[in-house]
DNA sequence: GGACGGCCTGGGTT
DNA sequence: AAACCCAGGCCGT
């Protein structure tokens, strides 16, 4: 029998159905008899996985466990920590942040909606699998990469749980045609060329592993260029590498915007581009050094004007707008059903946390003076 | 330089 | 039943 420890933590500042289920990760398994969800991650410094299991047995608690005795409880604990967010309070958010800025969230609870900190490179993957796309396929082809080209770690609930391939792996196993016969569709192309390029990229800086590539990526790269790297990859567009950056690399004022993002910004903040604001982003975008692939300036404007309505958290804002507007597809269950799901409706309570750091800030001095512009 | 088809697939609707 | 539509875009022309 597992021993299963606590977190404590209240159903409005984290819901794991709207978490896990909602579309921001894919490879979470829900078993509904015994009402728990299964994954694999890196928890540790090294590249070895982890079968993790989560439950939510109480509105005020949530309980961790992992099958792997060697596997030290507060340090899943801290990992899990991390991976949530647990430093950052929705309900200070909602309260300190977005109602004041934006009166729409006065009658809005937050759902315990809030962003992951997954890794880049299967963040990446999964959201280029997402263009075009439903749920219920991204989900089926996460788990696809992973029990074809992934390392089993092990078996829970009676099921197999494998790794999330890594970049050279993918290069050097997968190929266009495999893919294809997988089900991957059009996708089959950017995957493996993706995968290719990402570990070739490792293997110049001799990166130990993709998440550190990506990391260091970020720590030399403002936003804007770490959006035009990401954009360089094949099947990687704005709206994928925003999610890339929200999602995988804790970018969390970066405001993913979709056709339902875009939906939102017109009918509920009239938010429409005009000839002026057009012209003012060309510019702004045709002044970096770096060569880029067109990206819509329309939807452009709705990410900046999002983000200067709702401030440093602006992603988290559309995390929960978004799930409040279209989050009603879950992920794989056990016996490998999608279903339906329905939100739950929970109160709010106050707790403290600050918010510290832009991705703003961190654009590069030559670049800044254009962005500052913008964001006027 | 921008507008516009076309794209794999599977589940749902007509 | 066959045809058509749609899903958290991106690519090529």
Avoid at 193 to 221: C, H, I, M, P
């Amino acid at each position: 029998m597992l021993k299963f420890h606590q977190i404590k933590v209240n159903k409005d500042e984290l819901s794991l159905t709207n978490v896990l289920q909602a579309g921001q990760a894919f490879r979470w398994v829900f078993n509904e008899k015994e009402n728990h969800y299964t994954t694999t991650m890196k928890v540790t410094e090294s590249n070895k996985y982890f079968i993790v299991v989560l439950s939510q047995p109480a509105d005020d608690l949530i309980e961790f466990t992992s099958p792997d005795l060697s596997l030290d409880p507060e340090h899943l604990r801290s990992h899990l920590e991390r991976y949530f967010r647990l430093d950052v309070s929705l309900n200070n958010l909602l309260l300190n942040e977005w109602i004041p800025k934006d009166h729409r969230f006065k009658t809005i609870s937050a759902h315990g909606v809030r962003i992951l900190a997954q890794e880049p490179w299967e963040t990446l993957i999964s959201f280029i699998c997402s263009s075009n796309n439903n749920i219920a396929r991204i989900t089926k082809m996460c788990h696809s990469l992973c029990t074809n080209y992934g390392e089993e770690v092990g078996v829970f609930d009676g099921q197999k749980f494998f790794s999330f391939p890594s970049s050279d792996v993918i290069a050097e196993r997968a190929t266009e045609t495999a893919l294809r016969d997988l089900g991957f569709g059009y996708r089959a192309k950017y995957i493996i060329e993706t995968a290719k390029k990402v570990s070739k990229v490792r293997a110049d800086g001799n990166y130990e592993n993709d998440t550190a590539l990506f990391r260091k990526l970020q720590s030399s790269f403002s936003y804007i260029e770490m959006r035009e790297h990401l954009m360089g990859y094949t099947g990687v567009g704005p709206k994928v590498a925003d999610c890339v950056c929200l999602m995988g690399l804790g970018m969390d004022d970066v405001v993913p915007v979709d056709v339902h993002v875009s939906r939102i910004a017109k009918r509920d903040y009239q938010i429409i581009a005009n000839n002026k604001n057009i012209s003012t982003l060309k510019k702004l975008y045709a002044d970096l050094p770096i060569t880029r692939k067109k990206i819509n300036l329309e939807l452009d404007h709705i990410r900046l004007e999002l983000y200067n309505k709702w401030g440093l958290y602006a992603g988290w804002a559309q995390g929960v707008l978004f799930s409040k507007e279209v989050g009603k597809v879950s992920g794989a269950t056990s016996s490998g059903e999608i279903k339906k799901r329905a939100i739950v409706q929970v109160d709010i309570d106050i707790k403290e946390e600050t918010a510290t750091r832009t991705t703003f800030d961190r654009v590069s001095n030559k670049h800044r003076k254009n962005i500052k512009r913008e964001q006027i």
